[in-house]
Nanobody
Framework: QVQLVESGGGLVQPGGSLRLSCAASGIIFSRYVMAWYRQAPGKQRELVAVITSGGRRNYADSVKGRFTISRDNTENTVYLQMNSLKPEDTAVYYC????????WGQGTQVTVSS
């Protein structure tokens, strides 16, 4: 049974930081392209950051320079370090695994507000 379990969301003030984690089980993690998506109320889900099995990274223009995606293949975990958070970063953040199949986590809420 495949599981992607996100954690680390919460309420933070503008300019603050959060670190999201996504722990994967039931897959050969090292083979998968891992990504973070987000969905704000009334908006479509959008790609935030992606990291390939080889460690290449890409980011949405809106988060470049502020967010960093990383992975630990020994812990089967992907991370999203989010710095200089803005109110427009408020959304539910989802972990995504893509290789032979596509899997999603349940999401974790990030709220940026003073």
């Amino acid at each position: 049974q495949v599981q992607l379990v996100e954690s680390g969301g919460g309420l933070v003030q503008p300019g603050g930081s959060l670190r999201l984690s996504c722990a994967a089980s039931g897959i050969i993690f090292s083979r998968y392209v891992m990504a973070w998506y987000r969905q704000a109320p009334g908006k479509q889900r959008e790609l935030v950051a992606v990291i390939t099995s080889g460690g290449r990274r890409n980011y949405a223009d809106s988060v470049k320079g502020r967010f960093t995606i990383s992975r630990d293949n020994t812990e089967n975990t992907v991370y999203l370090q989010m710095n200089s958070l803005k109110p427009e970063d408020t959304a539910v953040y989802y972990c995504n695994a893509n290789y032979a199949s596509i899997y999603w986590g349940q999401g974790t809420q990030v709220t940026v507000s003073s």
